[in-house]
Nanobody, 114 residues
Framework: QVQLVESGGGLVQPGGSLRLSCEGS????????MTWYRQAPGKERELVAV????????NYADSVKGRFTISRDNVKNTLYLQMNSLKSEDTARYFC???????WGQGTQVTVSS
C-alpha cells in the first residue's frame, strides 16, 4: 500500500533552517504531483507547497514564498522541503501528501522558538 514517511522536523531558533524529507513507497513515485501541508494547533490546515511530477514549476503559499523550497528526487523516491529564515509562525506539524491518491504521511513536528 501507499506509504509516506516524513522526517527532519525538530526544534530550531528563529532565523534557522531545517530540511524535511518524505520517503514514498507502494506507488510509482515519479508519476504523481506531491505537496507539503502544515497544521498548527487551533489553526486550519494550510497548503505550503506543490511540486509537479516532473519538470514543472513548484507553487508556494505566500506565507513561505522566498523562504521555503520544495524539491523531489524521483530516483530516491523522496520529497524535500528546505525551510530557511524560519519564523515562530512556521511552527506546525508538516505533512507530505499525494493528492491524487489521497495519501498522507504521519507528519513531522517543526517548532520554531528561542
Amino acid at each position: 500500500q501507499v506509504q509516506l514517511v516524513e522526517s527532519g522536523g525538530g526544534l530550531v531558533q528563529p532565523g534557522g533552517s531545517l530540511r524535511l524529507s518524505c520517503e514514498g513507497s507502494g506507488y510509482s513515485f515519479s508519476y504523481y504531483d506531491m505537496t507539503w501541508y502544515r497544521q498548527a494547533p487551533g489553526k486550519e490546515r494550510e497548503l505550503v507547497a506543490v511540486i509537479p511530477r516532473a519538470g514543472g514549476r513548484p507553487n508556494y503559499a505566500d506565507s513561505v514564498k522566498g523562504r521555503f523550497t520544495i524539491s523531489r528526487d524521483n530516483v530516491k523516491n523522496t520529497l524535500y522541503l528546505q525551510m530557511n529564515s524560519l519564523k515562530s509562525e512556521d511552527t506546525a506539524r508538516y505533512f507530505c501528501t499525494v493528492p491524487t491518491l489521497r495519501a498522507w504521511g504521519q507528519g513531522t513536528q517543526v517548532t520554531v522558538s528561542s
